[in-house]
Each structure stands twice: as C-alpha cells, then as structure tokens.
C-alpha cells in the first residue's frame, strides 16, 4: 500500500505528542532521585511545576533544569495536552485533578502551574476555580500560575486568572505573556512552544518569583568588588565578603595565586608575597551551603 505524503504528516502529528511524552518521562526519571535528595538534606522548599506541552521544553534543557533547581526543592510533572479538569487530550496524561487526587498533599506546600493552553475557553474560568479548591483542600500553600502567550482566546483567559487571583490570596498570577510576548527567538513557530533559549527565560522568571516569594533562597552573591594593595615581601590579610544563599561559603580560586599568597575556604586572603611587582587577576568562587555558585574577577595589584 502507498503512502502519500499527507498521511505522513498526519500519523507525525498524531505520534509526536506521544514520543515528547516519553522522551520527557524519561528525563524526569533520570534526573529526579538525585536532585531530590541533596534538596531534602538542605531543607529546601518542595516546589511542584505542572504544565503542559507548553511546559515540557524546560526538563529538555539543562541549563534551565539548573536555574528552576536553584534553591528549592523541585519536581516537574509536565507532559503535553494536559487539562486541568476536563479529559486530557491524546496521550491523555493524568489531568491537574487526577494529580491532586494521586498526590495530594505531596505535591506542595508551592505549586507552579503552566496549564491552560489545551483547555476550552468557555470553560476556563470554572475549571480555575475548581483547580484552586482542590489545591486548598490538600493543604497547597502558593500557587504561582503563569499566564499564556498568544492571542483570543488566551487574553481572556489571562483576565480571567487575574480575576481569580483577586478571591484567591494563595494565587500568584505571573506575568509570561508581558515577560515573553516580545521575544519571538525565545519560540517555534507557532509562538507557543518554546525554543531552548525561551525555556531558559520561563525558568529565571519563574525562579525570580519564587525568589521574590520567600520560597526559594535566593542566589549567593560575591560581594567583594576590590582588594588591598599587597606590598612585596609584607604580611597580606583581606577578607573575602559575599551575601545571599545560604551560609557558610566555601571561597575557592580558578588557578594559581600570586607567590606566597593563600586563600582559605573561609573567604581569607593571606600570606607574604613573593611574585614580583604588577597586576594580578583573580576569579574567585563562592559556594554556598547548598550549591549555589558565584564568581568574580578580582584585580591584586603588588607593588
């Protein structure tokens, strides 16, 4: 039997959510046990993101794994044409509802929802709330809900998040389609789904946020922007200085200091230098308590 090339690109639509799905699961399953138990030892927040295809670019990409990583403790639950209450449409993952009714209070106490783009429109805002109920009866503490890219119906739909947010103390709506909308390079093209680069840019906002929320810790900082004056021949003691994350920090250096010169984990910057005279680049690293890392070039000038 002959196969034209028209069906080729139905039976393709009709199997690429199927293989996202299963490329996606087993991305989760790789890099979830691990990241999960250093963050449990840390105390960090648990931080559950539910979202649909729009969502699933985001455990595609490492460096935006690693940005929504950052300082909570974090588990995806993306797979495209998920549905909040209505049936999910094919593959037909667990619906939003099904999730709560699964996992109940183990999905929180911080929800970040990315749903919304396979729902009807006239249905919408029943479905938020009765989201929104289900979240409140498991103990759901925050819930930060992004809004959608794209035109009618998802404006209105956005409007009527907003209205939602404003009976629902525990709603955060943030703002994806303002951040994003104009960003083209961040999207395929249909202007929905995202490219690598725009999956890096949903995780900062929605690390931002969650920053900002008191819910995950935020970035360490190097503080230190300058260094005394070390003389040859003469003690030298400066004190490296960085803020934010979570303490103690460790202090490192990429590659070698001046001759005589030490730095200690503790951030101190001592010894007798023996180079000679000049200009001295450092880049020093601060990590803090949880992993979070920060670097800065410092300049040492020896005289």
């Known amino acids: 039997m002959t196969t034209s090339l028209e069906q080729l690109k139905v039976l393709r639509r009709a199997l690429l ?16 046990d691990g990241a999960d138990a ?9 931080v559950t993101l539910i979202g649909d295809s729009v969502a699933t670019a985001l455990p595609l990409d490492n460096v935006a794994v690693q940005i929504l990583r950052s300082g909570d403790d974090l588990d ?9 209450v209505n049936p999910s449409c094919p593959p037909s993952p667990p619906n939003t509802m099904d999730l709560i009714r699964q996992r109940g209070a183990a999905l929180g106490p911080n929800i970040v ?5 396979n729902e009807y429109a006239d249905e919408w805002a029943d479905s938020v709330e009765t989201t929104l109920d289900a979240f409140e009866r498991v103990g759901i503490e925050r819930i930060f809900w992004l809004t959608m890219i794209g035109h009618y119906p998802y404006l209105k739909m956005n409007d009527e998040l907003r209205a939602a947010a404003e009976k629902h103390p525990k709603l955060t709506v943030v703002d994806w389609y303002g951040h994003s909308k104009n960003h083209p390079e961040w999207f395929q093209d249909d202007g929905l789904h995202l490219g690598g680069i725009g999956a ?3 995780a900062r906002l929605i690390r931002r946020k969650l920053v900002d929320a008191g819910v995950a810790v935020p970035p360490v900082l190097v503080k230190t922007h300058t260094l005394p004056v070390a003389r040859h021949g003469k003690p030298y003691s400066a004190r ?19 001759l005589g010169l ?4 503790s951030g101190v910057l001592w010894g007798v230098a023996r180079a000679r005279p000049g200009l001295f680049t450092l880049t020093v690293r601060a990590k803090d ?8 070039k410092l300049v040492l000038r020896l005289r």
Request: hydrophobic share 50%.
């Open 76 to 84: 995806l639950e993306v797979a495209p044409c998920r549905r909040l």
């Open 38 to 46: 250093g963050a449990k030892a840390n105390g960090l927040q648990h």
């Open 262 to 265: 030490h730095l200690r984990p």
């Open 113 to 117: 929802m990315v749903v919304g783009y």
């Open 240 to 258: 490296l200085q960085a803020v934010s994350g979570r303490r103690p920090y460790a202090w490192s250096v990429a590659g070698r200091l001046p």
């Open 200 to 202: 890096q840019a949903m």
């Open 289 to 296: 308590a949880i992993g979070q890392i920060d670097t800065r």
């Open 17 to 32: 959510p199927v293989l996202v799905a299963a490329v996606v699961a087993g991305v989760l399953a790789a890099t979830t």
